[in-house]
């Protein structure tokens, strides 16, 4: 299979689990979404692990990079469903959904030294998520949206999560090339696991979550993994660009899933936006791979 179905099958697993973190967040807290998402990513994986062989021994690099992929993964869909509990989908999907632009400066710092055309598709990436912070709808919730500073909350933190997703990409890929794939994601989840539980025991909770949710949170959990697993498979090889523009398609599917079902308002300004996102994001991953 190409990366671009493998991209495809990325976006369309990703866009389901980020409309049921939308539930899940909002009645849970991140925190505890995210906890019960990576729990049944962890158990299914380690299954898949334990029954094909368990981990290869690992390097001290090695080691070093799952433990950073595994950080980053876990902090950037945590920020993702916070920004999603103060403004819709419509918002913050697409500004969330920017961040390969976040990583042009990244490699800039590297010493890479980007194209013209890339400097502008990353300026026009930025100019569809001011487009759609502009323009996207209000929250149909009629509590969050009466707070007007939510949707500049939701703003900002979708930007937050844009650049923590950028810095997983980057880290992502090089854990994968190291470890592998399946592997890298298993480490992953099983880190994400102990982070959130640390991060929910320093606010004072209990890392516990009702009953009534885990079906939603299974499918939840099913859903991102199996987008992070296709995303790391269609980037192995020399089709790593196409599966990285059509994985940011998630976006779409997001704002689709809360326009049809959560009742979201999407405007043709919004929609535009949309596109200067998806259009900027196609640039920036043909020119990385080239």
Request: one cysteine or more; glycine letters at 12%.
């Amino acid at each position: 299979m190409n990366g671009g179905l493998w991209g495809l099958m990325a976006a369309l697993a990703f866009g389901g689990a980020d409309f049921c973190g939308r539930l899940s967040g909002r009645a849970l807290g991140p925190r505890h979404a995210m906890l019960g998402l990576m729990v049944v990513g962890a158990v299914l994986l380690s299954l898949h692990g334990l029954a094909t062989g368990g981990l290869p021994a690992l390097t001290a690099r090695q080691a070093a990079l799952a433990v950073a992929a595994g950080i980053t993964a876990t902090l950037a869909p945590l920020l993702f469903y916070k920004s999603m509990t103060y403004g819709p989908l419509s918002l913050v999907g697409p500004i969330c959904g920017a961040y390969p632009a976040f990583v042009v400066p990244v490699t800039v710092i590297m010493g890479a030294r980007p194209s013209a055309l890339e400097w502008a598709a990353m300026g026009v990436t930025m100019l569809g998520a001011l487009v759609v912070a502009k323009s996207a709808g209000d929250d149909p919730d009629g509590r969050v949206a009466a707070d007007r500073t939510n949707r500049r909350r939701a703003a900002v933190t979708a930007v937050a999560a844009g650049a923590m997703f950028a810095a997983a990409l980057l880290v992502g890929r090089e854990a994968v090339l190291e470890i592998g794939a399946a592997a890298s994601l298993w480490l992953g989840r099983c880190i994400g696991v102990a982070l959130l539980v640390v991060l929910i025991l320093a606010a004072r909770e209990r890392p516990q979550v009702p009953r009534r949710w885990w079906r939603l949170l299974t499918l939840q959990g099913i859903l991102d993994s199996a987008g992070y697993l296709a995303f790391y498979l269609g980037s192995r090889g020399e089709d790593a660009a196409a599966a990285a523009v059509a994985s940011s398609g998630f976006m779409v599917v997001a704002v689709l899933l809360g326009r049809v079902i959560l009742k979201e308002q999407v405007t043709p300004r919004c929609w535009l936006g949309v596109a200067l996102v998806f259009g900027g994001v196609a640039v920036l991953s043909t020119g990385a791979s080239s």
